[in-house]
């Protein structure tokens, strides 16, 4: 069941975002972690805004390819840790892999077929 509409998830995306810069400062995390989170809250603010639905700006990206992108991205969060080297960190590790899973779980209840526009 599709429960979250295209307005909601732009809401949660930009919720993503914030959480992202606000990561680092609040859970303290160290050099890696805390560049990554940066890194992720600039990229996940210009999909947002290039995103066509409600929230979009210039609206370039299919609202289906952005669900593909979180589909890859909230798997990518829980492995991350891991990849880099900083799963020993258990506060930055389970920010992650926290993440991830919230990623995986709004995306399994995203309507990104929804045609409902501003």
Same mark, same amino acid.
Request: glycine share 8%; aromatic share 12%; proline share 6%.
């Given at each position: 069941?599709k429960?979250? /509409?295209? +307005? &909601? ?10 959480? *992202? !810069?606000?990561?680092?400062? !609040?859970?303290? !995390?160290?050099?890696?972690? $805390?560049?990554?989170? %940066?890194? &992720? ?9 290039? /995103?066509d639905?409600? @929230?979009?700006?210039? +609206?370039?990206?299919? @609202? /289906?390819?952005?669900?593909?992108? =979180? +589909? ?9 840790? *891991?990849? &880099?080297? @900083?799963?020993? =960190? =258990?506060?930055?590790?389970? @920010?992650?892999? $926290?993440?991830? &899973? ?9 309507? %990104?077929?929804? #045609?409902a #526009?501003?």
């Amino acid at each position: 069941m599709k429960v979250i /509409s295209p +307005r &909601l998830h732009g809401y949660l995306d930009f919720l993503t975002v914030i959480l *992202f !810069l606000l990561a680092p400062t !609040l859970l303290g !995390l160290s050099q890696i972690p $805390a560049m990554l989170a %940066y890194g &992720l809250a600039v990229i996940h603010l210009i999909v947002t805004l290039a /995103s066509d639905f409600p @929230f979009g700006v210039i +609206r370039i990206i299919p @609202f /289906s390819v952005h669900g593909w992108i =979180e +589909r890859i991205v909230g798997p990518s969060l829980i492995a991350v840790p *891991f990849i &880099l080297g @900083f799963a020993n =960190e =258990e506060i930055a590790r389970n @920010f992650y892999i $926290a993440a991830g &899973l919230i990623i995986i779980v709004v995306g399994v209840l995203t309507d %990104y077929q929804s #045609k409902a #526009k501003d």
